[in-house]
Structure formats: C-alpha cells, structure tokens
C-alpha cells in the first residue's frame, strides 16, 4: 500500500514538473521547425 | 437548462478568440498543399520538435480527457497505473525502434501500404477495411465527449444545446482540416500544442493550491477502499486488467495508425526515436493529468453532489468538467475551454485526416480500374472525411454506450490492432510470414466485437465485470491472432517469388 502511494505521488509531481519544462523546450524549438517546413514546403513549390 | 458555473463573458472572448485564430491558421496552410504526399505526410519534412508537439498535441483529445477524467473519477489514483504502462511503452518503442522505424525506413504513408509491399494488393484492401472500420467507430463518441465538456463547463445541460455543441464543433474542423490535409494538421497542432500545454499546468496547480495531496488520498482511500490506490487489491483492477492495459500502451504507440502517421511524417528515422523517447512524457502526461482533475472532482461534489443535477445523464463523464466550472475563476475557465478545444480539435483533424488518407489510399485506389492522380486522390479523401463527420453526428447521438468511455475505445481499437500487432510483427521481423497467416490474424482480430455492449447483449453473453470481460476477449484474441499468424504461415507459405520479399 505504501508503495503504490509512494509510486503516485513520485509520478504526479516528477511527471507535471518534467511535462513543464519539456513545454517550454518544444514551444521554441517547434516554433523553429515550423518555420523551417514551410520554408521547405516552400521551395518544393518552386522547384 | 442551466446549471451554476463560473463562465463568463471574459470566458466566451478567449474561446470565440482561440477559434478565429485556429481555424484560420489551419485554412491559411491550404497555400501549401500541393500533392497527395505534401497532403497526407506534408512532404515528410517534419523535424522532431514539431513531431513531439503534433504527437502530444493529437494524442492528447479532449476525448482523452474525458474518459480519463472519468476513470480518475470513478477508479481513483489506481488508475496512474494505465498512464504509467502507456509511458513505458511509448519509451521502449522509441528507444528499440520496435515497428515504427522499419516502417519510416520502408517509405510507407499508412500501415495497409506496408500490407501490399509485404503481402500483395487484397491484404492491403482488407486491413485498410478493418483499419478504417475499427478507427471510425473507435472516434464514434468522440465529438459527444467532447461536446459534453463544453456544455457542462458552460452550464448548459439540454440535449438541444449538446447537439448544437457537436454541429458547430465538427464544422470548424472540417472546414480546415478538409482544405489543408496534413501541413494544417501539424500547424494548428502546433499552436494547439502550446495552448493546451499552459492550459494543463496551470488547472492542475490551481487544483494542487485546492486540495493537498495527502487530502486526496485519504478522501479518496476512505470513499472507494483499498482497490483505488492499490490496483492489485481485492475488487480492483487485477493483474489481467493490468496486462491488457499494458498491450494496449504498446499498441497505442506503434501501431495505431495515427501514431505511425507521425513515424512516416518524419525527416528521417532518428527523428521517429526522438518523437516517440520524448513523446513517452506526453503518453505519461496525457492520462494522468485528467485522471488526477477527476479524483480532486470526486473529492469536490462529495460536497456539493447538487450540481451534477439530479436526473441528467452521464454523470461520471461530467463530473470533471461541473467541479471545475465551479471551482476556476472567471478567466481561467476560458483558458481551461480554449486549452481543451484545442486539445479536442488536434484530435478531430489527426482522425479525420488519418481515416480518410487510408480509405482513399487503401481502399478506394487499390480498387479503381485506372491510376488515379493526385488531384483525384485529394478530392475523394475530402469527401470520404465528409461523410465520416456526418457519421460521428449520427452515432455521437444515437449509440448507447453501456460502458466507460475508456473500456469502449479500448474495445473498438481492439477489433483492429489485436491482429495488426500480428501482422506487423510478423510482416516485418519473420521471412516465412505469408498472406494466409495475415488473412487468419486479422479474422481473429476481428472477433474483438463481442466485447461491445450491444453486441455481447445481443449474443446473451453474461459478464460480472465489464472490464475483465473486455480484458479477457482482448487478450484472447491477441493471442488467437499471433497463433494464426505463424499457423496460416506455416500451412500456407507463399510462393517463392513473394516469400524472397525482403523483411526490414
């Protein structure tokens, strides 16, 4: 029983706080790809 | 009728704002689309920051949201245990490569593509067929689900306003989704990505600020008894539970089509690792997140039972959505709204894209008596996403579930992946796999459908316990599956020259 709540708790907060920053990293380096599949979207289109 | 909630017209601003901008970004892609594979793949130019975002962002429905918030609800903190299992296995399918990098390095855009390199045009037809079959119905109570949570945040409880939620709903994803294909898929996922991530965060640490942890755990150990934190303890989920919900995390992350669809989206196979290692985080997050929203609203309406309304149905799916409208300020709902529309649109667009990519790639173009061309192809996958709209209407309002949201997706998946997994294991890894072998796997497969509500009632099958009867099937026909795959193969080899085929 003490495991499984030990288990719980380590999950909620590790998760949430990992979660958090992996957020922050992918807004920025997302923005980044984005931009660069439409540059290459782009230059599809004229070749 | 209206129930109490704290939205207000602060609240409706932020949504109305999030939709002009999200539909409009999605039908401002449409200047980019130019091929059936810029449509289906977006010219697999994808890197993997934006493949982790799209993963996250369409894996996490605002469906997802609702069933978990509801198994959180009704199951307590022993349901952390599906959120683990599906993490782990979304890990180990990114660090091993297990199925989704042979297919990436094959080149394929859907997993029936792969059918016809391995084993010829009919398998191809007939997995597109179950493929489609299963994943339709499986999205079938998508937009109800959905839908409720809108209502239930804005304190509209009719049945006339929930159809009004769901018409308008599915038209503004329709309108981009059917006009930019998949580089719309993946910008709006993109923003969607960010704006249900701030969303998440933010609620749960509200909802941490409400109740203590320690608070939940007594309340709900007190409430529900032992088998809500421990999922082995008597009358809890069981260990067979358990290993079917295993299965299902590792089929979730390498053979549902909407995840393989990632895979063939990428630049190359390091990213499909790196998307699917990272993503694990998101599969983690994903159900445990509305699982934890739904344990803070059990403990919330043991206080105020009154506002889940006497009377009106599907309580444990609105549980979640009533306690928060009631417990957010003013503000914070709209962002929590806009967060989840974004959550449930990601979704809508990755199913609709997904199924009808696979319809016309798999079904109706193996099928036409001449080469159809691109443009062709594109227009018959809008019409073909068309009709599956109208499809998620009508069944979104006329289907009686009978079961927990999370048990019917579970089982409506089953009838595909169970012989899939066969399938493709075997496709992939075993050269003397043959057709026969992936006929009789996909029949077996097939049998999943007796774990619906209806059709178990209809068949007079008596089950104590839904779950482990679904459990049971599943697992049975996992293993039914593999059997005939490796049996069918063995009888039945193909003929030399399609058994010299090469395996990844």
């Not at chain 1, 979660?19 to 004229?46: E, H, P, W």
């Not at chain 2, 159809?163 to 998949?182: E, F, N, P, Q, S």
């Not at chain 2, 019917?408 to 169970?418: L, S």
């Not at chain 2, 899939?420 to 075997?426: D, I, N, P, R, S």
Request: with cysteine; proline share 3%; charged share 10%.
């Amino acid at each position: 029983m003490g495991f499984w709540k030990a288990l719980w708790a380590v999950m909620w907060f590790g998760g949430l706080a990992l979660f958090a920053v992996l957020a922050v990293i992918v807004t920025y380096r997302g923005a980044l790809d984005v931009a660069a599949l439409l540059k290459r979207l782009s230059q599809n289109d004229q070749g | 009728m209206i129930g109490h909630t704290n939205f207000s017209t602060a609240d409706w601003a932020i949504v109305v704002g999030f939709l002009v901008i999200s539909t409009g970004l999605g039908m401002w892609a449409w200047r980019y689309m130019r091929n059936m594979e810029a449509y289906v793949v977006a010219g697999r130019a994808v890197r993997p920051y934006l493949g982790v975002a799209s993963i996250i962002a369409s894996e996490m429905g605002l469906v997802t949201v609702m069933y978990s918030a509801e198994k959180g609800y009704t199951t307590g903190f022993a349901a952390f245990y599906l959120a683990l299992s599906a993490a782990v296995a979304s890990l180990v399918v990114g660090l091993t490569g297990f199925i989704i990098v042979p297919l990436r390095a094959r080149g394929v855009m859907t997993i029936p593509e792969f059918y016809e390199q391995r084993f010829g045009r009919d398998v191809r037809v007939c997995g597109g067929l179950i493929l489609a079959f299963s994943g339709i119905l499986n999205m079938g109570m998508f937009l109800k689900a959905d839908s409720l949570f809108v209502t239930s945040v804005m304190g509209m409880l009719s049945g006339e306003q929930l159809k009004l939620a769901m018409t308008v709903m599915l038209g503004l994803v329709l309108t981009y989704t059917l006009l930019g294909g998949m580089i719309s898929v993946l910008i709006t996922d993109y923003m969607q990505f960010v704006i249900m991530s701030i969303a998440l965060v933010a609620v749960s640490v509200f909802l941490m600020a409400q109740f203590s942890w320690g608070q939940l755990v007594s309340t709900v150990e007190a409430q529900k008894g032992l088998a809500a934190i421990d999922p082995l303890a008597p009358g809890g989920m069981g260990p067979v539970y358990m290993i079917w919900m295993a299965f299902l995390g590792l089929i979730g992350a390498c053979v549902w089509q909407t995840s393989v669809m990632r895979a063939a989206s990428a630049e190359d196979t390091r990213t499909v690792r790196i998307t699917f290692s990272w993503g694990s985080l998101g599969f983690l997050i994903r159900f445990m997140v509305p699982y934890f929203w739904g344990i803070c609203a059990f403990a919330y309406l043991l206080q105020r039972p009154d506002l889940l309304g006497e009377g009106v149905p599907d309580q444990s799916l609105r549980a979640m959505p009533v306690a928060l409208a009631n417990l957010l300020p003013m503000g914070a709902i709209g962002v929590l709204t806009a967060g989840m529309l974004a959550a449930a649109m990601s979704t809508y667009n990755t199913y609709l894209h997904t199924w009808s990519a696979v319809l016309t790639q798999d079904l109706v173009a193996p099928l036409a008596h001449r080469e159809l061309g691109s443009t062709q192809r594109i227009w018959i996958a809008r019409g073909i996403m068309l009709l599956i709209g109208v499809f998620l209407l009508v069944w979104g309002l006329w289907y009686p579930l009978g079961q927990h949201l999370w048990d019917y997706m579970a089982v409506t998946g089953a009838i595909y992946f169970t012989g899939a997994f066969a399938v493709l294991t075997a496709g992939l890894y075993w050269k003397r796999a043959s057709r026969v072998g992936a006929y009789a796997a996909f029949a077996c497969g097939f049998l999943n459908i007796i774990s619906l509500t209806p059709v178990a009632d209809a068949l007079g099958i008596q089950r104590e316990s839904g779950m482990l009867y679904s459990a049971i099937v599943g697992l049975s026909c996992a293993a039914l599956a593999g059997v005939a795959m490796v049996a069918g193969s063995l009888l039945f080899p193909d003929r030399r020259s399609d058994a010299s085929q090469e395996v990844a």
